[in-house]
């Protein structure tokens, strides 16, 4: 048996896109040694799966239902068998090679991926791959954080199954980093001329949207904002509605530009309302090949807390404005503040990442910035 170095282990389109970008970085040190178990969380990553086959990055993919939804019980039998579970789970005929105990290192997005696949590569080095700010933070790692599964299990035998020996994690801007300090390796710059590459694999629509249009909302679901709070408990049942008429009446207060509302994956909102003051962006392009091919530094960026507001900077070093909304709603965001400071930090000008407090500054920031001379 040949004895391969590396697997990847995802389920969003954002970890892989980072775990492409690894592999691609250095083909000569990765080819034919690396596989990656695609999780489909949805059927957007089942077509993506697809498409990655066909432009064979890595040797071998394997495709597998999402798991993170199942019930305690079923997780609980999945760790405790995992070679047995996998075998049954696998969508690929290959499914009993994935089961070999092959791999030197696994490079998963999640602390139960890395769990799963170390217990049966009981000999790999295993670390946390970036999906998102919350990498930044000890969130990820964090067992109080996590499901109440993950802390039951972890108070019995599976608790050295569930720590997983994490070696480190692999992030774009280590120094952002604010969680418990430990071993941190600094993913690759995304290199130009792969870019046909990842518009190809991400199917990029070219439109002319962003290119045209400066101040964009990164939508989300409002009623996501608690699970975004140091203390979700102390949020009150209107906090939603708050929030919704800040955004809109944020939007509406342009005089002479109109928002772009990026709407959130599993955001509903009422589109034939929202039509009449900001435009929506139809287009659908995984948001990260917008701020590849489109975002510039003029562009304004609007959001509460969302990871879609640092990637620009995060993956591909672009400055755009910033407006950060969750001190306007009167709770604290775990992590915010040292995270969006480490965020200006980064920046040549720290003044274009901003916080406001209130509606009525929320303002005239926006009043100022559209009349800018430079913002079109």
Not at 174 to 191: D, N, Q, S, T, V
Request: hydrophobic share 40%.
């Amino acid at each position: 048996m040949v004895k391969k170095s590396y697997l990847f282990v995802c389920s969003t389109q954002y970890a892989i896109l980072n775990s492409i970008n690894i592999v691609l970085s250095d083909k000569k040190k990765y080819n034919g040694k690396t596989d990656i178990v695609i999780f489909h969380q949805t059927n957007d990553i089942k077509n993506l799966s697809e498409k990655i086959k066909k432009n064979k990055i890595f040797e071998n993919i394997y495709d597998f239902p999402f798991i993170n939804k199942k019930n305690a019980f079923y997780l609980f039998l999945l760790l405790a068998f995992p070679s047995v579970f996998l075998s049954r789970l696998c969508l690929n005929k290959k499914s009993l090679d994935l089961l070999k105990n092959k791999y030197k290192i696994i490079i998963a997005q999640s602390q139960l991926y890395a769990a799963l696949f170390k217990a049966i590569n009981k000999n790999a080095v295993a670390f946390l791959l970036e999906d998102g700010v919350s990498s930044y933070t000890s969130r990820t790692s964090d067992i109080n954080r996590r499901s109440f599964f993950f802390r039951l299990a972890n108070k019995t035998f599976l608790r050295r199954v569930l720590i997983a020996d994490i070696k480190g994690h692999l992030l774009y801007k280590p120094e952002m980093y604010c969680g418990e300090k430990g071993f941190i390796a600094k993913l690759p710059e995304h290199k130009v001329k792969n870019r046909n590459i990842y518009n190809r694999i991400f199917k990029y629509i070219d439109n002319d949207l962003y290119n045209s249009h400066q101040f964009i909302y990164l939508g989300a679901p409002y009623y996501g904002l608690k699970l975004l709070m140091s203390n979700p408990s102390d949020a009150d049942s209107g906090i939603e509605e708050r929030c919704k008429i800040l955004v809109d009446d944020a939007m509406k207060a342009l005089k002479k530009r109109s928002f772009v509302y990026r709407i959130h994956p599993i955001e509903k909102i009422e589109k034939s309302y929202y039509e009449e003051f900001c435009i929506l962006d139809n287009c659908k392009n995984m948001w990260e090949m917008e701020c590849q091919n489109t975002i510039t530094n003029d562009h304004v960026l609007m959001s509460f807390f969302s990871t879609a507001a640092f990637s620009p900077k995060i993956i591909y070093d672009k400055e755009p404005y910033v407006i950060f909304l969750h001190k306007i709603t009167g709770f604290n965001f775990f992590n915010a503040d040292s995270l969006i400071y480490r965020l200006q930090s980064m920046y040549s000008n720290p003044k274009k990442v901003m916080q406001p407090e209130n509606a009525k500054e929320l303002s005239t920031i926006l009043k100022d910035l559209e009349l800018k001379n430079k913002i079109r």
